[in-house]
């Protein structure tokens, strides 16, 4: 049994468009998005595509997966790839303060960079700060674009709580950076020499006060040195958030979003196309990961377990007709014969006899055991058809709200992929749509 998508979609047209630049592969976190990520890019350059994969995945397995000792912020070239058709595969995993790092320094003065830099607040914002790792995805995104060194761009965006952080952390971190908090801390060093100075002392003395008791004197006062420095940078960064932005919404950028069979993936998957068509950005379809499937459907769940339960019925050792008149016949123990001059050289046993009860007795045990094996076989077979069940309906609940989703279906494999076969295997079942 297999899942019938309403629509199907067709990858390879897609990677091989030379129109299309950037692919997105958003979802829920646990779903396969580096794997499908690092598949696609696979097969697009094996297509003759020069494709750069850009992975946020703290696991490391994009790199394992594609023989690679390590990743990091710079695009490394992965070898062992079928360039037979002229293209080219490079994979880099995103350092979030790096890039945090390559922002400052490309858009202050050396001086004024080693400050940021050095300042205490910037270093725990460029480290943990809620939503820079979904901001600095877009910053790498706009910075390999702006390159235009590959023909195509697949980004596997970070493992968020909610598939929507892609799209929101970017404005709220912009929102924050140019905010009105940001503004009136920068207002003094604005203002500079006294006049600064008494705006300071008094225009803001209730406010700093009262931040100071909430944050502490010395945070306050690196927060201050790190927006007075930053002032110049900040401006760009709401321009940068909106400008890559736009190009999401371009044309020659397409969004797959990943999900598995299963409700809470597939709710989310559902928020995340509802929210695309709401920011008018291009939605290629859902690829649908981990789908079960068996070659026995026609045997449903009921008559499976209804077939397991009959062989597993506890009944009488089963007994062929005059076997038990045999085993409590006298002639087996009143005979005049002692046992050895009753038995020939080489005889089979005498019915009833004991070595014929105790043949009789094993096979009905290897007949019990074999009962015993089909009966457990046929109970999972019954889950495997009730997983079935549940994740055909979960999808198409998924296909009735957006029917006009193309998608496109993974098998479940039975173990992790972890070299290029493995993801030239999953690009293939992605290109099949089965």
Not at 28 to 46: D, F, H, I, M, S
Not at 331 to 337: F, H, I, L
Request: proline residues 5%; contains cysteine; charged residues 25%.
């Amino acid at each position: 049994m297999s899942l019938d998508p309403v629509r199907v979609l067709d990858v390879d047209p897609l990677l091989d468009d030379p129109k299309t630049r950037i692919v997105v592969c958003c979802g829920a976190g646990g779903v396969g998005k580096t794997t499908t990520a690092a598949a696609l890019g696979l097969r697009a350059a094996e297509r003759g595509r020069k494709v750069v994969v850009l992975t946020i995945d703290p696991a490391r397995r994009l790199a394992q997966s594609m023989g690679i000792d390590a990743l990091d912020n710079t695009p490394r070239r992965v070898k062992g790839i079928d360039d037979s058709a002229d293209g080219e595969l490079h994979a880099m995993m995103l350092d979030m303060k790096r890039t945090f790092d390559e922002i400052v320094e490309a858009h202050a003065d050396p001086e004024r960079a080693a400050a940021i830099l050095g300042n205490p607040f910037y270093q725990s914002l460029s480290a943990g700060f809620a939503g820079t790792q979904e901001y600095m995805a877009m910053e790498k995104l706009g910075q390999l674009r702006a390159r235009d060194e590959w023909d195509l761009i697949v980004v596997d965006t970070p493992p968020s709580r909610s598939a929507l952080d892609f799209l929101d952390a970017p404005k709220r971190l912009g929102s924050f950076l140019d905010g009105r908090l940001i503004r009136l801390l920068t207002a003094p060093a604005k203002l500079g020499g006294r006049a600064g100075m008494k705006f300071l002392n008094v225009g803001m003395s209730m406010m700093t006060g009262t931040l100071g008791k909430l944050l502490g004197g010395q945070l306050l006062k690196d927060v201050q040195t790190f927006v007075a420095a930053m002032d110049t940078t900040f401006g760009g960064f709401r321009t940068r958030a909106d400008a890559t932005y736009k190009l999401l919404q371009a044309p020659g950028t397409a969004f797959l979003v990943v999900a598995a069979p299963e409700r809470d993936a597939l709710r989310e998957a559902a928020y995340f196309v509802e929210r695309l068509a709401a920011e008018t950005m291009p939605l290629a379809g859902l690829v649908l990961n981990r789908v079960h499937s068996s070659g026995a459907a026609q045997l449903s769940a009921e008559r499976a377990l209804a077939a397991a339960e009959n062989l597993a019925e506890a009944r009488i050792v089963d007994q062929e007709g005059g076997k038990a008149g045999l085993r409590n016949s006298p002639d087996t123990y009143d005979s005049s014969e002692s046992p050895a001059s009753a038995v020939p050289e080489a005889p089979a046993p005498d019915a009833g006899s004991p070595a014929a009860d105790r043949i009789d007795a094993e096979g009905a045990g290897t007949a019990r055991t074999v009962e015993q094996l089909t009966a457990g076989l046929l109970r999972l077979h019954a889950e495997r058809m009730r997983l079935l069940f549940r994740e055909q309906r979960t999808r198409d609940r998924f296909t009735a709200l957006h029917p006009e989703v193309a998608v496109a279906e993974v098998a479940a494999l039975p173990g992790d992929v972890h070299d290029l076969a493995g993801l030239r295997d999953i690009g293939d079942r992605l290109a099949a749509g089965s």
